[in-house]
Antibody, heavy 129, light 110 residues
């Protein structure tokens, strides 16, 4: 069974750095067919994709938040870590990690998917002094 | 950055059919964007409905279908039920490891 579980502080102060951990089970972070993304959702608002890490350790970030985000992984611990610097009350949100199904390969044929197939339950972070 | 557009809200009668769309602020959506659809009820994590334009995720009933309609991706619900009342999000893959969510559609069944 594939699961993802987010963990981190419930409350952070403005200007502080947020560190969130996504612990996965049921698959390996070295699996080239998979990746892990972070997504957030402010209260009452839409989902927003933040960052992604591929099995080969390549990373990608939301254009609007790129300067504040860092994503990394520890394959041996099955963990993906997201840090966000200079937190502000507008960053108050539920933060989700999700597995991204990238592709399946059958011999020389590959099928590409690029979607979130399994989600964590999310962790709520409030930014307040 | 190009924005992904969705209807903010939609309503459908029980048993009715509704089509939600997912467009781009600039350009047309095609299968090359690998459109996917998710639904979310209050307090819950999103759940996957459709991926790669028109493939239903495991366990999703066949009254949910995905397609490209004109220059947009579309999610059609046929025979809407009360528990389909939810927020629906589309996601487009922009390439280079970048995904963009639409603003979501709040579907009311009444």
């Amino acid at each position: 069974q594939v699961t993802l579980k987010e963990s981190g502080p419930v409350l952070v102060k403005p200007t502080e750095t947020l560190t969130l951990t996504c612990t996965v089970s049921g698959f390996s972070l070295s699996n080239a067919r998979m990746g892990v993304s972070w997504i957030r959702q402010p209260p009452g608002k839409a989902l927003e994709w933040l960052a992604h890490i591929f099995s080969n350790d390549e990373k990608s970030y939301s254009t609007s938040l790129k300067s504040r985000l860092t994503i990394s992984k520890d394959t041996s611990k099955s963990q993906v870590v997201l840090t966000m610097t200079n937190m502000d009350p507008v960053d108050t949100a539920t933060y989700y990690c999700a597995r991204i199904r990238m592709r399946d390969s059958y011999g020389t044929i590959s099928y590409y998917y690029y979607y979130m197939d399994v989600w964590g339950k999310g962790t709520t972070v409030t930014v307040s002094s | 950055q190009t924005a992904v557009t969705q209807e903010p809200s939609f309503s459908v009668s029980p048993g009715g059919t509704v089509t939600l769309t997912c467009g781009l602020s600039s350009g047309s959506v095609s299968t090359s964007y690998y459109p996917s659809w998710y639904h979310q009820t209050p307090g819950q994590a999103p759940r996957t409905l459709i991926y790669s334009t028109n493939t239903r995720s495991s366990g999703v009933p066949d009254r949910f279908s995905g397609s490209i309609l004109g220059n947009k991706a579309a999610l059609t619900i046929t025979g809407a039920q009360a528990d389909d009342e939810s927020d629906y999000y589309c996601v487009l893959y922009m390439g280079s490891g970048i995904w963009v969510f639409g603003g979501g559609t709040k579907l009311t069944v009444l």
